[in-house]
């Protein structure tokens, strides 16, 4: 691949961003970094490795001090803490009795070369496990911070702690914190300097200046820390023998779900330089520790290379992205997702019109608020054919004069008839506590033909009231599927699946990777049913995947090697 050179740059709008000098195709990878601190999140201490936060294995290896952080391997172990635990092959008589290249091996396999390790990684915990154990009890934004300031009072005088600060070249949102979370931190600050200085056997002095920095680092992990995640494969599966009305299948079924979940967090330094997007074209995702950032779409010259901090469109609708972004990350996003119109912000939460034929969308003041201006500036006459979709639903507002529109909540934005949202709203509040139930029985796989009964007529009730493509909706269909396809009905579970699909190519892009996380149910609903169309949905799953991962896809999701399997077996039993 050819070299690709970023550049830092800094907008009114923005601030510090990257931009790339040329072309970038999509599925490119455009960065990879080692985290300059990381922490486990405390719900995975007991299931992923306190350094590289992969999985544990059941030979697990603990801290040879404290013994509460674990860890998968040895060479993790010592990376983390510096703590050697060496096995000399020559003088161990194990060693001798096997072939040598076996031998070589099983040394090389049990012992780490201490060439490998690296002075900065030492530093990760060893002040950790001194006396009482602190990382235990406070929250791990703030042992994530005691990560930081102890690589600070281990190689730096502690007077220096303003330049420490500015080096770091972190961004941070003190200024725009309530007053409550300002209390907080400097709270926080004052208690993790005085484990630091119990931990570390360093004296320094706890004044206000030390404390304010200490603050500052705080807020900087705040706006700038990256939540690591593992994608994993969840098998869903079914029951045998009869259950209510439905007769089971022989045998057990299952839908493979893919769940991101989330194991630690980490400061990337030049990570952080990356701004986000509601549309983003790069994507993030992590290997052991390090992170990399990928193209997903082409990226012109002299453009921000902008990945998405959590809100995305598809996921959320504006309003909502715009409050959280703005809650967490102090910031307005002005990205192209919130800033033009796209079908998605318009129909994820939007109400059904009243007259069953029509197909426009029913706005809500909360949404109408932040979708008005948007539409205002939409450009009527351009590119019709790419955004026939959005006029399709909106074709009432763009027939009027771009200065003069009218936009009310409660009235269709195609046909212009007034929706009694008060009604509408009881209406799916009702059909959505029948899906909880249904979500529930699933959870116990306790499904009896009622529950699904009641499901499928709520989901009636979901159509009358909601745009065919709210997201409720889809969200609803999957559940459904799920439940058919436990009680052994996999043809219905297939249609109800692909129906959910359907809705969410409108919301998302087509290639998404949530639409590939959405076809891995879907492929193995017809590799149950033995159906040949389960060739085409892992083709694309695996297309999808290679280009947000690249050759690293089946590290991140090894389960593509099984669906790949699945396509060989389908195509031999074409041949025959």
């Not at 031998?103 to 950790?128: F, M, P, R, W």
């Not at 040949?532 to 799953?541: D, F, H, Q």
């Amino acid at each position: 691949m050819p070299h690709i050179k970023l550049q830092r740059v800094s907008t009114p709008d923005k601030g510090r961003g990257i931009v790339s000098s040329c072309v970038i195709s999509p599925g490119f990878l455009v960065h990879a970094e080692e985290p300059y601190a990381m922490i486990i999140l405390k719900q995975c201490r007991e299931t992923h490795c306190h350094y590289c936060l992969n999985d544990l294995p059941a030979d697990r290896v603990p801290c040879i001090l404290c013994s509460i952080p674990l860890y998968c391997s040895h060479q993790c172990r010592i990376r983390a803490t510096g703590q050697m635990f060496k096995i000399y092959p020559e003088y161990n008589g194990f060693f001798k009795n096997l072939p040598s290249d076996l031998g070589e091996y099983a040394a090389e396999v049990i012992q780490c070369n201490d060439s490998e390790l690296e002075i900065g990684d030492i530093t990760e915990h060893k002040h950790e496990c001194q006396g009482v154990h602190w990382p235990m009890v406070l929250p791990s934004e703030i042992v994530l911070a005691g990560r930081i300031l102890a690589r600070f009072l281990l190689n730096i005088p502690p007077e220096d702690i303003i330049n420490f600060v500015e080096r770091l070249e972190l961004s941070h949102c003190y200024k725009q914190m309530s007053s409550e979370r300002k209390l907080d931190s400097h709270i926080y600050a004052i208690v993790l300097l005085y484990c630091l200085q119990h931990s570390c056997g360093i004296m320094f002095s706890i004044d206000e200046v030390f404390i304010s920095q200490v603050v500052i680092i705080i807020s900087q992990i705040k706006v700038n820390c990256m939540t690591v995640v593992r994608l994993k494969s969840i098998d869903a599966h079914g029951l045998s023998g009869r259950f209510g009305e439905f007769p089971f299948q022989s045998g057990a079924h299952s839908t493979s779900n893919v769940e991101q979940v989330r194991v630690g967090k980490a400061i990337y330094k030049a990570g952080s330089l990356f701004n986000h997007s509601c549309q983003p074209n790069i994507h993030a995702y992590f290997l052991s520790r390090t992170l990399y950032l990928r193209t997903t779409n082409v990226v012109a010259a002299e453009s921000q290379l902008e990945l998405s901090y959590g809100p995305q469109v598809g996921l959320w609708d504006c309003k909502d992205r715009l409050n959280f972004l703005k809650d967490e990350y102090a910031f307005l996003c002005q990205c192209t997702g919130c800033s033009e119109v796209n079908l998605s912000d318009i129909v994820l939460n939007a109400f059904h019109c009243v007259n069953t034929n029509c197909s426009g969308t029913v706005l809500e003041s909360r949404v109408h608020d932040s979708e008005k201006q948007k539409i205002k500036h939409f450009p009527i006459s351009d590119h019709v054919d790419k955004n026939a979709d959005i006029y399709e639903v909106c074709l009432r507002v763009f027939k009027q004069n771009g200065a003069s529109i009218d936009i009310q909540p409660g009235y269709c934005l195609k046909c212009g008839s007034y929706c009694d949202l008060e009604s509408s709203r009881a209406a799916v509040s009702k059909a959505l506590t029948c899906i909880k139930r249904l979500q529930d029985a699933i959870l116990s796989q306790q499904i009896s033909s009622i529950t699904i009964s009641d499901a499928l007529k709520s989901l009636r009730l979901l159509r009358l009231n909601l745009h065919a493509y709210n997201k409720l909706i889809a969200e609803a269909e999957d559940s459904i599927a799920q439940a058919f396809c436990l009680v052994g009905e996999l043809q219905l579970s297939l249609d109800y699946c692909k129906a959910s699909i359907q809705i969410l190519e409108k919301l998302y892009d087509t290639d998404d990777i949530v639409i590939a996380y959405e076809l891995v149910k879907l492929s193995s609903i017809q590799l149950s049913l033995g159906d040949g169309t389960a060739v085409e949905s892992i083709s694309r799953i695996d297309d999808i995947f290679s280009r947000y991962y690249g050759l690293h896809a089946d590290l991140v999701f090894p389960y593509l090697q099984y669906l790949r399997r699945e396509i060989k077996k389908f195509s031999v039993k074409a041949l025959q």
